[in-house]
């Protein structure tokens, strides 16, 4: 292509590094345009072409936005609630048409993304994803190392037994717990099979994505280099037709 943006500007733009740093991924030949291997002073559409960076697609169309919310507890996920009650879309300043990847209960506190994007959410939400999510979870009682131990073997709950997760006890009667399934309510009812009902329950990472600075109720924009970092955790790969089916 003649025309279009050169394909160093718009990789830098993505989050790849500086204009320079993009000429030596385009020169080492990690870089390829809908399908073929690009070169120096090759030109793109970034609305149209395919830009992948050692298979994996990069974010580079112009229109996608990515959100990052630290929702506090009493705001419902959904994008309208019947009930007229607040929702996490209130509290993102943005006039696109947005929507929460996934959910977190009411009361449930902590991260959440919200996008255009309906590729990405699909990718990060689907079950084969394996997408990490970390909790800081406040539970009555100190559980046992056995209760520990049970909750990282994988607890039977109605809707079948959990997958191996990584818990730690971070201090009386607080655990770390990381997940990498999405199932309705897991946190709160992986708590209550050891016998530790919840009482608060934050989000603190999303994959490569945290931020311990952002405050409860404050949404920002995710870096072009975070939302590079989240493409590369959902294997957006070298053939994403066969890696993720609805
Ligand atoms: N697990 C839960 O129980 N609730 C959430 O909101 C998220 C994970």
Do not use: W
């Not at 959410?121 to 909790?135: D, F, G």
């Not at 997958?163 to 971070?170: D, G, I, K, T, Y």
């Not at 957006?236 to 089916?245: C, K, L, P, W």
């Amino acid at each position: 292509m003649d025309t279009g943006e050169r394909l160093q500007k718009t990789l830098a733009r993505a989050g790849y590094g500086s204009r320079r740093a993009c000429e030596l991924l385009i020169d080492a030949g990690r870089v390829t345009i809908d399908g073929r291997v690009a070169g120096l002073g090759n030109r793109v559409d970034p609305e149209i072409s395919e830009i992948r960076v050692d298979g994996l697609l990069a974010p580079t169309a112009p229109n996608l936005v990515y959100f990052l919310l630290n929702k506090p507890a009493g705001v419902v996920t959904t994008a309208d609630d019947p009930q007229g009650r607040a929702t996490v879309l209130t509290l993102v300043n943005t006039s696109v048409r947005i929507f929460p990847v996934g959910r977190l209960d009411m009361n449930t506190e902590g991260l959440l993304l919200l996008t255009n994007d309906g590729r990405l959410a699909h990718l990060i939400t689907h079950p084969s994803s394996h997408v990490s999510k970390e909790y800081l979870v406040r539970v009555v009682g100190d559980p046992s190392p056995g209760s520990i131990r049970k909750l990282r073997e994988g607890v039977e709950l109605d809707d079948g037994v959990t997958s191996p997760a990584q818990v730690s006890r971070v201090s009386e009667g607080v655990l770390r717990i990381v997940i990498h399934e999405g199932r309705n309510r897991q946190v709160r009812r992986m708590c209550a099979a050891i016998g530790h009902e919840v009482i608060r329950l934050v989000r603190t990472r999303i994959g490569p994505i945290s931020d311990a600075t952002l405050a409860p109720g404050q949404a920002r924009q995710l870096s072009l280099g975070e939302v590079r970092k989240l493409m590369e955790a959902v294997g957006v790969a070298r053939d994403d037709n066969s890696t993720i089916q609805s």
